[in-house]
């Protein structure tokens, strides 16, 4: 049963510290997402990839956020340096076709 | 800009009692429909994909439904493991890519026994 996996699955990091988040997209898939969830904007795109390349990143703060992907089994998303107003769930996704995005478990972050 | 409202927020339901959620969207030119399931501590499962006003898709006690402005995922005789928050989703109306999806912010059910 292929699935996407993330990790850590909790993050509890203090504010102006680095975060590198990680994923492993299903074996295959050629799209990658990230997302961010909150309770109050709910699931929100950041960037996304096709065949390693990043298409769109324009629901990043650039200034501090960025997302690569190093190879085809891994995609990181990296937050430096981390505020407090980026506590949220970060999801990844894969995908071959635009509709259907299969989504990892979530890395849930806390800054302190 | 692209709107994707779920409603109601939040329904209970008694374990056999059939109701629908509602996910209107605003966007132009859809080029499909996404619904997903979100249960608490996991990631969307995806469950649906509608294309075109009319279209109907089923999986189990699930049934999706799509007209020119709304989708509904019909419930029948839910059970307690339907207990889940659902979402939409649309793709933006931007370019040729499917890809970028605009999610409604869900609809949290709850099954009682």
């Known amino acids: 049963d292929a699935r996407v996996t993330q990790t850590p699955r909790d993050k509890v990091t203090e504010m102006g510290q680095e975060v590198t988040m990680r994923c492993q997209p299903i074996?295959?898939?050629?799209?990658v997402f990230w997302y961010r969830q909150t309770m109050m904007q709910g699931l929100e795109l950041l960037a996304y990839?096709?065949?390693?390349?990043?298409?769109?990143d324009s629901g990043m703060p650039k200034d501090r956020f960025s997302a690569e992907m190093p190879d085809a089994t891994l995609a990181t998303l990296k937050i430096q340096p981390s505020e407090p107003r980026d506590s949220a769930v970060y999801f990844c996704?894969?995908?071959?076709?635009?509709?259907?995005?299969?989504f990892g478990p979530g890395t849930r972050l806390t800054v302190l | 800009e692209d709107q994707v409202t779920q409603s109601p927020e939040a329904l209970r339901l008694q374990e056999g009692e059939s109701s629908s959620l509602n996910c209107s969207y605003t966007?132009?030119?859809?080029?499909?429909l996404f619904w997903y399931r979100q249960d608490p501590g996991k990631g969307p499962e995806f469950l649906f994909t509608?294309?075109?006003a009319g279209e109907e898709k089923e999986k189990e006690r699930l049934k999706a439904t799509l007209t020119k402005k709304e989708s509904f995922l019909h419930i029948t005789a839910p059970k307690p493991e339907d207990s889940a928050t659902y979402l939409c989703?649309?793709?933006?109306?931007?370019?040729?890519?499917?890809?970028?999806?605009?999610f409604g912010k869900g609809t949290l059910l709850t099954v009682n026994p």
């Open positions: 996704a894969s995908g071959l076709q635009a509709d259907t995005q299969y």
């Open positions: 074996l295959g898939h050629n799209t």
């Open positions: 990839f096709r065949n390693r390349a990043p298409l769109d």
């Open positions: 966007v132009s030119g859809l080029r499909g």
């Open positions: 509608l294309y075109s």
């Open positions: 989703a649309v793709p933006e109306n931007s370019g040729g890519s499917n890809y970028k999806l605009t």
